[in-house]
């Protein structure tokens, strides 16, 4: 198995079978059908009655709530901006801790910006039933979104420390963050497996991803300067040393699934993204992280020998469990913006891309490494 060719074989695939589709930017300029329904899905969104109960003491206004719900993109509104005492923004005051901020959170790492562009306030506003003349003097728009994108996160990440004045800023700071995480992912993966007898050839190609990731976060931390995000420097616990099961099961989470699908997505925005600089290095990326995907499945294999049978049936059940978690991840539609400019794929074909990846990746990779 070649991902180099599966992958952009799906996405011609799921684009010849999804009419919901429009061409790239360079072809069409209008928006796409999937794009109305999403946004139209938004602008019926209402604000929230969820409070947050262990925020509710220290605002007379209220505690926080959610203005406007598109899925993966969650914009909060804090009447009484961001509380004292808990590290929740750093002296360069950037975000660091989100999770009871973000209504509903349900995951504490998501990476959250404080929104300051009056337009994006306002067009929030405008797409939400919310009165802007009750908006309060210290208050602050916080857009919370779910984590994504490429990349391969090391343990020990601390969560995502973010600003941006648009979705399209957060998004790619967010990944900025991930992409330059993972830099010691790759380092800790390329010690670790020397230590297991790795040969020459696997040991040079995660030395290449190391380089690889140095380049993806510099182009994100690009794109989010772009349009209006900053991310400060991933900050990685050590973890110590790590038996092979960990290891494996680390590979499975992070490489066989996560970055494969990331490699997908990647290869789909570099193909239907309408910013020609996102297009740019989307491309760069998407090739460089399949060959990551690949490097994965690789890692697996060395592996694998190297536990015992209970030892690999609980890798191929956290493969199970991750693909699963990422089925239910996929159906957050992502912010318009970042469908029609980063070509980030919307519900349907992310549901599609994924099906895809089912069959012809995961299922594949299973059925070659049981036949042998």
Partial sequence: MRLERVLPAIVLAVAACDEDRVAPADARAEVGAEDATVEADAADAGPSDAPIDTYAVWCEAGAPFLMNDQGCAKFVYSPCGLPEGDPVVNDAGLV???????????????????????????????????????????GLLLLCECTGGSGRRPAGLAPACLRARSALGAHFASMAHLEAASVPAFARLGHELASLGAGPRMLRDVARAVADERRHAA???????????????????????????TLARENEIEGCVRETFGALVATWQAAHARDPHVRRAMTAIARDETRHAELAFRVRRFLAPKLDSAGRRRVRDISRA???????????????????????????????????????????ARFTEQAH
């Fill in 96 to 138: 660091q801790w989100c999770g009871p901020l973000c209504v509903a959170g349900d995951a504490a790492d998501d990476p959250c910006a404080v929104l300051s562009d009056p337009q994006v306030i306002g067009v929030v506003l405008d797409a939400s039933s919310y009165d802007a003349a009750s908006l309060t003097d210290g």
């Fill in 219 to 245: 182009l994100t931390r690009a794109l989010a300067r772009r349009f209006g995000g900053h991310a400060q420097a991933p900050r990685v616990a050590e973890v110590g040393d790590r038996d092979v099961a």
């Fill in 322 to 364: 991750t693909i699963a978690r990422l089925r239910d991840e996929i159906g957050r539609a992502p912010h318009p913006d970042l469908v029609r400019r980063a070509g980030l794929p919307g519900p349907r074909t992310a549901r599609m891309l994924f099906k895809h990846a089912e069959r012809h990746v995961w299922a594949v």
